[in-house]
């Protein structure tokens, strides 16, 4: 029963990834060829500035798409979990969730026809008299975030639902009725109860945020570069397979980091759920 | 409980579906539009429409990314029901139970990459069946989980009570067993479809020539901004909805849910 699926995987999926970490320590040659001769020389060139920034620069907007993610999904998630009726509830689940079933190319391409020099945003602005020059509201970091919160809020709330749906409400209005003003009451008695969601939801929207190619190219227009645009080109333009399956190793280094960093976490947070 | 009144949350509710439908409204409403620009509005027109239809590339992508997805959903889902039910009737390994996440925790280029070595290694030329096979990686993975939740609120006497009859395995699993899971099935089957068609990073790497239909509209944005994108978007819509709505009846519990303590007096 099992060995069917775990053959496939093992054929198509691990033998892969065990291609790609072997790659990452052979030299490139002319024309795209690969050197089966061991050597860190891509290691050393990964660490050079240059793509240390991009890293860097990925990390970076891929954080923020999380915290922003977090911070704008956080609300609507309570407002969901806190409907009585189980019915309003499922509604309004099914309406974050429906965007995230339309291709994501095309809700990317949706902000290109919104900010475009030419574009509805701008058309509205000079309509109004507000401006009189079309923004250059594309093709920088911002639009890049824009884009990547606006395809991966929905991997935000869910799990934040999910968290909050099962607190007991009763546990908050006893802290109130005990003389915790709100904003305590949510600190100490809420907050450690949905660590688990806000850590699900933040590594749902952070790992493909990070690894994401159209988006940066699309709305970012080469001008705020990530890690995934790096890959690509090492692959299709300037094929030098085992300088990219080392950046791909570096992705996977990256992203193992944060689920470990993930479960020391939610280890913590269930301490406190005991001590506290 | 009564329901909490809160009109500043419901103000924001209500702006944050305005931030997540009104880009797509737009582009719905543009599809329509006689006129080029996105600015201007020449009145109501199916020339988009028309010309989507002339496109004999993309109705030729569209014809790629079903084949894909029909075959990977296949695979996906005699893998993937296999799985499932080897980890709720055959082992107890909770290793394995988590392990079966794993290939949806990959990043969509990590797997493309990583493919698209492997193929060059063992010389399988990229194309549909190099990308039916990357989707059902993932596939497999999803089928797995959603058959899995069905299976394990299924009433195991009953399959015990065929065995116990001394009807064999295989045929109380094709009998009992599958019968019983079906709408989980079904519904698995309808995600990996609608994640199939949809899928664009995996099948990039592993196109080759081959041009589904994702790679085709992102071909499309990359040469510049028509409104015969904005056809193609309103279609897609349209579908993928169809298909979600369809999941929904199928997996929705028949039975009346158990009421959660306070719902009652809500």
Not at chain 1, 48 to 62: I, K, M, N, T
Request: proline share 6%.
């Amino acid at each position: 029963m099992l060995a069917p699926a775990l053959l496939w995987w093992a054929i198509f999926l691990a033998l892969p990834m065990g291609l790609v970490l072997a790659t990452a320590f052979f030299k490139g040659g002319a024309y795209g060829a690969i050197i089966y001769e061991p050597t860190l020389r891509n290691l050393e060139r990964a660490l050079d500035p240059l793509y240390v920034g991009v890293l860097w620069h990925s990390v970076w907007l891929a954080a923020l798409t999380t915290v922003i993610c977090l911070l704008l999904g956080y609300p609507a998630a309570v407002y969901i979990a806190t409907r009585a009726s189980a019915r309003t509830r499922t509604l309004l689940l099914v309406l974050v969730i429906l965007p995230f079933w339309t291709n994501f190319l095309i809700r990317t391409y949706a902000w290109i026809v919104l900010l475009n020099r030419e574009g509805v945003i701008n058309g509205a602005l000079e309509g109004l008299g507000i401006v009189d020059e079309p923004l250059s509201l594309l093709y920088n970091d911002a639009a890049v975030v824009l884009g990547l919160v606006y395809g991966y809020l929905p991997l935000m709330i869910l799990p934040l639902y999910a968290a909050i749906e099962r607190i007991n409400p009763e546990v908050l209005e006893a802290a109130t009725d005990l003389g915790a003003r709100p904003l305590r009451a949510l600190r100490t008695v809420m907050l450690p109860l949905i660590v688990p969601g806000i850590v699900a939801g933040c590594v749902f929207v952070f790992v493909p945020s990070l690894g994401n190619i159209p988006v940066p190219e699309l709305l970012g227009g080469g001008r705020s570069e990530m890690i995934g645009n790096l890959i690509n080109r090492q692959f299709l333009t300037t094929r030098d397979w085992p300088f990219g399956s080392m950046l791909v190793l570096t992705l996977m280094v990256l992203l193992m980091a944060l689920l470990v960093l993930q479960s020391f976490v939610l280890r913590r947070s269930r301490q406190v759920g005991v001590d506290g | 409980m009564g329901e909490p009144r809160r009109p500043l949350l419901a103000v924001y509710m209500g702006a944050l579906f305005a931030f997540l439908y009104l880009p797509i409204a737009i582009l719905v409403v543009l599809s329509f539009n006689d006129s080029k620009l996105a600015t201007v509005w020449r009145g109501f027109s199916l020339r988009w429409y028309e010309e989507l239809f002339r496109d004999t590339e993309v109705l030729l992508s569209i014809r790629t990314t079903l084949v894909i997805a029909i075959a990977a959903t296949a695979l996906s889902i005699v893998f993937g029901t296999l799985l499932a039910f080897g980890i709720e009737r055959r082992t107890r390994s909770a290793a394995l139970e988590n392990g079966i996440y794993l290939p949806l925790l990959i990043p969509d280029v990590v797997t493309g990459i990583g493919l698209l070595s492997f193929y060059a290694t063992i010389s399988l030329p990229l194309g549909t069946v190099a990308i039916i096979i990357a989707h059902s990686v993932w596939g497999t993975a999803f089928a797995a989980a959603i058959v899995r939740t069905r299976l394990r609120g299924l009433d195991r006497s009953i399959e015990e009570a065929s065995l116990d009859l001394g009807v064999r395995e295989v045929p109380t699993f094709l009998r009992i067993t599958l019968p019983a899971i079906s709408p989980g099935i079904i519904a698995a089957a309808l995600v990996v479809f609608t994640l199939s068609i949809d899928e664009f990073i995996i099948a990039y790497f592993t196109a080759g020539q081959t041009v589904t239909f994702p790679i085709q509209v992102y071909s499309m944005i990359r040469f510049g901004v028509t409104p015969e994108i904005n056809a193609v978007a309103t279609l897609m819509l349209l579908f993928s909805m169809a298909l979600i709505v369809g999941a929904y009846l199928i997996a929705r519990p028949r039975s009346p849910r158990a009421a959660r303590p306070g719902e009652e007096t809500a």
